[in-house]
Every structure is written in C-alpha cells, then in structure tokens.
C-alpha cells in the first residue's frame, strides 16, 4: 500500500513536531455565554449590554448602533472589556447594538 503524496504534504513530521498544546488552543473570538436578544432600559439609568467573547490572544472589541461605529466622542457611552455601558438612558438610544470581537485569527459579531 502506498501513501498518498497529497497526505504527506499535509502532515510533514516537522510540522507536527512544532505545534504545541498552548498552540493548538489559540483561534478567532467565540461564545462564551449566551446572548441576550434584546434588553429594556429605564429612561434616565444606566444600562449594560453585555459582549459574553472570549479568544486567545484576547479579541479587542468594537461597537455599532444601528451600523454606526460608537466612538469616544459618544460621551453616555463607555465600550468595556465585555460590554458596553450606557449612562442616563434617553429614548433615542433605541437600537440595535453589535459587538464586534477581532483578533489575529479572525472575527465574530455578536
């Protein structure tokens, strides 16, 4: 029986030998916990979402409403490691919000 070149092109022996468990564990951000779909805030207090990501290396995140990228200048607004919080809630902060994790290996939108 002869072994198909393809297959050892795939898996030389120094490939192999180079990966290390710490290694094999690295990839993109996924799901750490469940997304609650939608949320209800009072007018006037403060609200966080939650962005339940996790990835190794640890993903930097980044947050839109309604497509528009949330950035410092939105001065209610605060993106934390895994969330974002919203001080003295007003009616036009109705929305949809979406966290958007990145790291070397990839992305994930929640």
């Given at each position: 029986?002869?072994?198909?070149?393809?297959l050892?092109?795939?898996?030389?022996?120094?490939l192999?030998?180079?990966?290390?468990?710490?290694?094999?564990?690295?990839g993109?951000?996924r799901?750490?916990?469940?997304?609650?779909?939608?949320?209800?805030?009072?007018?006037?207090?403060?609200?966080?979402?939650?962005?339940?990501?996790?990835?190794?290396?640890p993903?930097?995140?980044m947050?839109?409403?309604d497509?528009?990228?949330?950035?410092?200048g939105?001065?209610?607004f605060?993106?934390l490691p895994?969330?974002l919080?919203?001080?003295e809630?007003e009616?036009?902060?109705?929305?949809?919000y979406v966290?958007?994790?990145?790291?070397g290996?990839?992305?994930?939108?929640?």
């Amino acid at each position: 029986m002869t072994r198909s070149p393809a297959l050892l092109l795939l898996l030389p022996p120094l490939l192999l030998g180079a990966l290390t468990p710490a290694d094999a564990a690295r990839g993109p951000p996924r799901m750490a916990d469940k997304v609650v779909p939608w949320q209800v805030a009072r007018l006037g207090r403060t609200v966080r979402l939650q962005c339940p990501v996790e990835g190794d290396p640890p993903p930097l995140t980044m947050w839109t409403k309604d497509g528009r990228t949330i950035h410092s200048g939105w001065s209610r607004f605060r993106v934390l490691p895994q969330g974002l919080k919203v001080k003295e809630v007003e009616a036009e902060d109705a929305g949809v919000y979406v966290c958007k994790a990145t790291n070397g290996f990839g992305s994930l939108s929640v």
